[in-house]
């Protein structure tokens, strides 16, 4: 079965940092686009951070730029969500996505829905 497993969210208190992971199973991730996307109560989901297939390009939220950052461990399959300086704001469910067609910038900007979802974690940020 081809899926995206995610891990690594909970609760933090602001300023604090949580890494989120997204392993393919079946899908070897270092051929895909994966995308980060977050959906907070009441509103629409996201696009968050982006990654190519190389690692050559990621595409950024602006709200995030400074604090979030994108990486791929190749040899575990696994994409990684580095989250610093975490803000109440950035509370929601977050869902890693992965398709081989679109650029990092039409994932990111959901003019591309992904073949390939994973279930969510959620991360609350609050005191």
């Known amino acids: 079965q081809l899926q995206l497993v995610e891990s690594g969210g909970g609760l933090v208190q602001p300023g604090g940092s949580l890494r989120l992971s997204c392993a393919g199973s079946?899908?070897?991730?270092?051929?895909?686009?994966v995308g980060w996307f977050r959906q907070a109560p009441g509103k629409e989901r996201e696009g968050v951070i982006c990654i190519s297939s190389s690692g050559n390009s990621i595409n950024y939220r602006d709200s995030v730029k400074g604090r979030f950052t994108i990486s791929r461990d190749n040899a575990k399959n696994t994409v990684y969500l580095q989250m610093n300086s975490l803000k109440p704001e950035d509370t929601a469910v977050y869902y890693c996505?992965?398709?081989?067609?679109?650029?990092?910038?039409?994932?990111?900007?959901?003019?591309?829905?992904?073949?390939?979802w994973g279930q969510g974690t959620q991360v609350t940020v609050s005191s």
């Open positions: 079946g899908l070897t991730l270092d051929t895909y686009v």
């Open positions: 996505a992965a398709d081989r067609r679109p650029t990092v910038q039409a994932m990111c900007d959901s003019l591309f829905y992904p073949d390939y």
